[in-house]
């Protein structure tokens, strides 16, 4: 079913019933279109993080999950009909199994990375940082694949504090997964 005309705030039960082939977004119950196609790059750099990402908890409790992959934020015990945030993180990382389900993941992950595009800069960098840090992803990645750069935001208290802009000369710890080092020369091939 298509989009239905526009209404004042949209939930997560009527992000069920929309057109499959449409990515969106719902936060605090407004729509948001999500590029259909990211750029090569973009799709080279998510597959070498993903990677880095998927081998390292090969043995571990947590799990990866690359977009689309809904993610559903600030649900506490709310119904479907309820839930105003749902959102297609590029990379999402949940260690409390208890979280995730057949339609994705009820509540925060651990730690979030968004690939920026073009089209999302403004999205990524401030409309869902603010929702990030309110959902208390304890680790938000922003990764720039023309830039080759990676900023990290640790959540300090009820804040996220900048840990700063990592380039491809650099190597970084994965401040959620204790042991996880990336080479961020292997990331930017």
């Given at each position: 079913m298509p989009i239905p005309n526009k209404k004042e705030k949209?939930?997560?039960t009527d992000y069920l019933t929309w057109n499959e082939?449409?990515?969106?977004?719902?936060?605090?119950?407004?729509?948001?279109n999500i590029s259909p196609a990211p750029s090569r790059?973009?799709?080279q750099v998510l597959r070498e993080l993903s990677t880095a990402f998927s081998i390292f908890l090969r043995e571990k409790e947590c799990?990866?999950?690359?977009?689309?992959f809904?993610?559903?934020?600030?649900?506490?015990?709310?119904?479907?009909n309820e839930i105003t945030n749902v959102v297609q993180p590029d990379l999402s990382i949940v260690c409390d199994q208890e979280k995730l389900d057949d339609?994705?993941?009820n509540g925060s992950p651990d730690m979030i990375i968004e690939i920026l595009s073009p089209s999302s800069v403004k999205l990524d960098r401030w409309?869902?940082?603010?929702?990030?840090?309110e959902a208390k992803i304890k680790e938000?990645?922003?990764?720039?694949?023309?830039?080759?750069?990676v900023e990290i935001y640790l959540l300090t208290g009820e804040q996220y504090k900048f840990q700063g802009v990592f380039t491809k000369e650099d190597t970084i710890t994965v401040h959620t997964l204790s042991g996880l080092t990336l080479d961020l020369d292997q990331v930017f091939v």
């Open positions: 949209y939930s997560y082939g449409e990515r969106l977004e719902l936060i605090d119950g407004d729509i948001f790059r973009h799709q799990e990866i999950f690359f977009a689309p809904d993610v559903r934020l600030l649900v506490d015990n709310k119904l479907d339609k994705g993941c409309i869902k940082y603010q929702l990030y840090e938000y990645w922003l990764v720039d694949p023309v830039n080759e750069s």
